[in-house]
């Protein structure tokens, strides 16, 4: 099951268009871009705003085409996530949808954007930099489900607190415990227990399982908690007491349980209460590993370091993390939406989707499916009986835009909002409301959803389809789509996430050609690493991005040739074939900041791509040696 950090187990079944809003311009304050509607000028200007015209798209296309980005400012309130920088633009729309109570009239939905405007006025008029950890509605909360002892003191009593209910009363608000929860279509209404990795952020949570000792990953940590600490006017040596003994205790887990990834069932440890705290269901005997004993043991011998360790992981479920307070009001569109994103997904589908639009977007899956088709017929490293499962396979697939499906499911959801209680003036309180939510919303749409149809489980900001293609249209924004872009930009952008995830889908069932796919992510890594940066991890290079980019290109190919008679729209102002639009698209769909984990991961893994891409090389004629082809041979499977 891989890693127990990440909670999107079922990625070789979705599909899934991230929403990449486009940087925004330099200005003493990050302004959201706007639609340029259809004006071709307007969209040609942003994308060269952000490309480096002295840099020589042979030599480092990534920085052609992104490098001017890093002088753009971007939102900084954010954590950064798996998602990335991908839901910046849905943020500003439901700014705007907020406005729109005659579009929540028609559709039955005022009540709930109601709600969503109080919320907001809420969260803008909250004094949100510098976080106020200590604030007590906090305090009160952490003090009922297990006690805060670094604050407490001598009032704080051991023999009362329970790590496990601890840990299911900070994931109802979406904080991370000692617990992980995974749901799947095997697990069905009840998820999955294993462990979680500690640890704070994102990226030290995935480093602090490889790297113990790291020190980075340590300094990180505990200003983290220091920061906390200091909130409550602990002394220094009160606050270095604190932070010892929770890294004392991690100390203690990576020790004792070497293995986490441990799946063997276990009847000697009773899991039930975290399911009744956390969903409510009586039974408890639902799969979970061996570890939780072993846990339990570790956590007896550090109780106290325990309960300020998950006491601290709820203030960081909480905390707003602003780097300054102008991004406040950024934040606030952006946790607004995220939790309550059944009601702005119905707005924006009943406002802004169109038969035109869905007309079109059938046309690019069609021909991204179609050239999938033809690739794998022609690759011999297929054998007969593997080809044509995988031909059949492909062909049940069918393709659902705005599913009615999906529709009814959001309907019901949109619902849950009703139960979101706002107590104006009292940002803490009402924060602590919309966390709940956001949580009761996520786990009433999954139990939901797997008691319908494989092709209606969702959750937000992603769709998770077992047999089929789903294109959301909310999604269908720049710099993934614009029905006024020209064919190659549209095919280099939604094109390629298309192709990237049909190949997810079916690759994932290949797993008796794992050698072949090993030798392939060698050969890529080696390829690329060599020319650019040794020590870069070696596993950026994937399948999905290279088999993305060839389907995408054959489908643009086909595409053009059934429209010979129409020629091929330009960008105003950018002296492009359309052919080298195609790879700006798709590469400006990932100019992210650089000096960002998840910036300069998805920086090396498109230029790995565009580097053993033989369509890339023949579009800007790039030479031997040179940065974007480092050597004659490229690798790909396709």
Known sequence: MGSVWCSISSVGLLINFLLLVFPLTLAEEPKVIRDCKSDLTCHADRMKSFMNFSTDPCDNFYEYACGNHRQHKLYQYSRMNYFGDSAYILDDMARELLDRMDLAESLNVSRELRIAQRFYNTCLEADLHPFSAADPNYLNLIRSIGGFPAVDGAAWNASNFNWVNMSAHLSNYGARGLIHEEISSSTRKKPYLS????????????????????????????????????????????????????????????????????????????????????????EGEMSHNTNFEKLDKVCARHPEAVANYLAMQLLYAFDANLQDIKYQKDYCAATMRSSMWPLFKKLFLAD??????????????????????????????????????????????????????????????????????????????????????KVDIHRFSTRLSTERSSDTRTQEGMFSMNTNLTIFPGNLHPPAYHHSWPHSLKFGTLGFFIGQQLSNILIWQWQHLDLVFKDHNECLANTFSKHLKPKFDRQLSTLFDTGGLRQAFEAYRSHRKQILEHPEQEMPGLDLLPEQLFFLGFTQMSCYEHNTEWGRRKKFKVLSALSNSEDFIQAFNCPVESGMRPAEKTCHLW
């Open 195 to 282: 462990l979680a990795e500690l640890g704070f952020d994102y990226i030290g949570q995935a480093e602090n399982s490889n790297q113990k000792n790291s020190t980075r990953v340590r300094k990180q940590n505990q200003k983290i908690m220091r920061t906390y600490l200091r909130s409550f006017n602990l002394t220094g040596n009160r606050i270095s007491q604190v932070i010892d003994g929770v890294l004392e205790f991690w100390r203690d887990v990576e020790g004792t349980i070497i293995d986490k990834n441990i799946y063997d069932l276990s009847e000697n440890f009773d899991i039930s209460s975290y399911f009744k705290i956390a969903w409510n269901l009586d």
């Open 352 to 437: 802004t989707f169109s038969d035109k639009k869905s007309l079109e977007l059938s046309e690019i899956v069609q021909e991204v499916r179609s050239s999938w088709r033809k690739l794998v017929e022609k690759v011999d490293w297929l054998d007969s009986d593997t080809r044509q499962k995988a031909l059949l396979e492909e062909s049940s697939f069918p393709t659902l835009i705005g599913s009615r499906e999906y529709t009814l499911l959001t309907d019901r959801l949109v619902q849950e909002i009703l139960h979101m209680e706002v107590t104006d003036g009292n940002y803490a309180a009402t924060n602590m409301n919309l966390l709940r939510l």
